[in-house]
């Protein structure tokens, strides 16, 4: 499928929700949901802080850099033009999201690491793609639908390729190696999730969503029809009515699993004897609260 030269759109607020709209949710906290109710709680009511990882940062600094990569000419989009835009993206990130300079002391050699492993996963990117035979359509684009007449769900695609035919290929860049079964399962969950908005929106199935692993050069393909979009939808609304009955009883229990490993909450988990904060009054919900600002930082859940 080759891409077709179009104009490319950044980022962008929906204009208008319906009247009807009383809830938003996006991928990121979809899973959280599924992965573990309290989880949910923490990152989307208690809105606890959580220092960014060494890997989130690195994941974030490679999806700028393709991001930037393609505002290039096609002649200009190489392996050694892209890792030029390494450290000056490290930058501007540091800049725009100051916690994220806490992560390497000054001098710190593995601050050189970083960005020398953040490049070799652009290597694994050159391996799977060529960027100088693609226009892609949209980068880093906020998307978004109503269903079930009172939902939003949104979020930001990594990037959309638009066929000749005006056949579309929606793309997420994985910076961590290439999943088992399970988790593979969570990342074509984040696709399907972009799929039923463009349905929803524009009338078309997407005909592939495509995960590249840039760690280890592997390329997933998979192409959904309107009936699995359907039977999604319906999941996501189920997904969406069990958050707001956890809501209104104050119930979000912990689901133990071996992502505890990497969670930032143990100490307020009952799962490690902890005890969560009080539950907090909820103001009127703003269903653009977290489409005003992006809700998962790109490859922040690499």
Aim: hydrophobic share 40%.
């Amino acid at each position: 499928m080759t891409a077709q030269p179009v104009t490319t759109q950044q980022s962008s607020t929906p204009a208008e929700v319906p009247a009807t709209v009383r809830a938003s949710l996006s991928p990121s906290r979809a899973a959280d949901f599924k992965t573990c109710p309290l989880l949910y709680r923490f990152r989307s009511i208690d809105r606890l802080p959580e220092r960014p990882t060494v890997e989130q940062a690195r994941g974030t600094l490679v999806h700028a850099v393709l991001e930037r990569l393609f505002d290039l000419p096609a002649t200009g989009r190489t392996p050694t033009a892209a890792g030029d835009l390494v450290a000056p993206q490290w930058d501007r990130l540091v800049t725009e999201q100051p916690e994220l300079a806490a992560l390497f002391a000054d001098g710190d050699p593995a601050a050189t690491e970083f960005l020398r492993s953040a490049a070799g996963l652009l290597e694994g990117y050159f391996a799977v793609e060529d960027p100088r035979r693609l226009e892609p359509a949209e980068r880093e684009s906020l998307i978004s639908a109503v269903v079930d007449e009172e939902l939003l769900i949104r979020g930001y695609v990594d990037r959309l390729d638009v066929a000749p035919d005006g056949a579309l290929r929606v793309v997420d860049y994985k910076t961590g190696g290439a999943p088992r079964e399970a988790f593979e399962a969570r990342a074509l969950f984040q696709l399907k999730f972009y799929a039923l908005v463009l349905w929803r929106t524009r009338g078309v199935v997407p005909r592939v969503l495509r995960l590249l692993y840039l760690k280890d050069a592997e390329v997933c393909d998979y192409a959904p029809d309107a009936d699995e979009l359907l039977r999604f939808e319906r999941t996501v609304v189920a997904l969406w009515r069990a958050i707001e009955q956890a809501t209104a009883q104050q119930d979000f229990r912990p689901r133990p699993s071996r992502l505890c490993d990497w969670c930032s909450h143990q100490a307020l988990c009952p799962t490690y004897g902890g005890t969560p904060p009080p539950f907090p009054t909820l103001a009127a919900p703003d269903p653009l609260r977290d489409a005003r600002s992006h809700p998962t930082p790109p490859g922040a859940d690499e």
